[in-house]
């Protein structure tokens, strides 16, 4: 993923889960600041199962397998190198987790 810049959204960022995960019964979107409080943002924040095969940054994302996130306004609140990654819920006992990718958020 290109650098982002402070105080940027609607940008669509994804996280691969590696694996089928369309029964999930949750997804969730964590973002993650290098100092500060990370976020976490639910289907209710527009978290979204990826539906389609799509390339990113030279990466094949597969139908079913990745989650995405539009971020919002002050999202993005403080510069430097950030962490995002993706969780599914399949069941009480079966929760899938992305690994973290770095993004860095310009000033």
Known sequence: MPNLNKNEYGQTIYADLGQDVSTATAFNFILEPQVGIKLEKSASDG??????????????????????????????????????????????????????????VLD
């Open 47 to 104: 978290v979204a199962l990826g539906a389609s095969n799509i390339t990113v940054d030279d990466t094949n994302l597969l139908a079913n397998q990745y989650i995405t996130y539009v971020i919002k306004e002050d999202d993005l609140s403080k510069s430097g190198l950030w962490r995002t990654k993706g969780e599914a819920t399949l069941s009480a006992t079966n929760k899938i987790v992305g690994d973290y990718k770095r993004i860095t």
